[in-house]
């Protein structure tokens, strides 16, 4: 089973901006689509943002223009770059890789914006 390291969840007023990262093993990364997902209190796992390998990125409609979600090849990282957050940005953060193989799944990292 692939492990997937997240950091750089937190607590941050409306406004400000946190990084998270994901680390994964080479033989997972360098095939994989990444993505960042995200699940409030009360409410569904939604797709935050994805990359592809070929580096095409989707992005939910609620963080176009505020979030970019970046990749690392040399240091098997994926990044989620959150600007401009928003008290509706709370949510556990999950970091995805997906390939025809495998779907693996981050442990989830905890992002707070206080208003």
């Known amino acids: 089973q692939e492990q997937l390291v997240e950091s750089g969840g937190g607590l941050v007023q409306a406004g400000g901006s946190l990084r998270l990262s994901c680390a994964a093993s080479?033989?997972?990364?360098?095939?994989?689509?990444m993505g960042w997902y995200r699940q409030a209190p009360g409410k569904q796992h939604k797709l935050v943002a994805a990359l592809a390998t070929g580096g095409s990125t989707n992005y939910a409609d609620s963080v176009k223009g505020r979030f970019t979600i970046s990749r690392d090849n040399a240091k098997n990282t994926v990044y989620l770059q959150m600007n401009s957050l928003k008290p509706e940005d709370t949510a556990v953060y999950y970091c995805?890789?997906?390939?025809?193989?495998?779907?693996?799944w981050g442990q989830g990292t905890q992002v707070t914006v206080s208003s």
């Open positions: 080479r033989r997972v990364f360098s095939i994989s689509a």
């Open positions: 995805n890789a997906f390939s025809g193989r495998w779907n693996y």
